[in-house]
Nanobody, 121 residues
């Protein structure tokens, strides 16, 4: 069965950094585009970043460009999101998503349970 397990969330002050991880199993990881999404209270889930299986092509939401970096390890079947210069508006539950395309949540087939990121001013 498919499992996507996120870790690395927490509470930081504005300007700080966090690194999220997502361990994937039950999928052909090196054939899947992977993505990070987030959902703040009272808001729709939105795409943050995505990465194709090979070649390193990435896609970012405008709100995180230059601050967040998505990467993947196709040997360890793990997805990462390095978040720097965090802002209070980055506060949300962050979800790992597998086997999709781009930043539209409807494109993704599998989802993790999410990890909370809280940024205080």
């Amino acid at each position: 069965q498919v499992q996507l397990v996120e870790s690395g969330g927490g509470s930081v002050q504005a300007g700080g950094s966090l690194r999220l991880s997502c361990a994937a199993s039950g999928i052909t990881y090196n054939r899947c585009t992977m993505g990070w999404f987030r959902q703040a209270p009272g808001k729709e889930r939105e795409g943050v970043a995505s990465i194709v299986p090979f070649g390193g092509q990435t896609n970012y939401a405008d709100s995180v460009k230059g601050r967040f970096t998505i990467s993947r390890d196709n040997v360890e079947n793990t997805l990462y999101l390095q978040m720097n210069s965090l802002k209070p508006e980055d506060t949300a539950i962050y979800y790992c998503a597998a086997c999709g395309n781009g930043l539209a949540k409807s494109n993704y087939k599998y989802w993790g349970q999410g990890t909370q990121v809280s940024v205080s001013s």
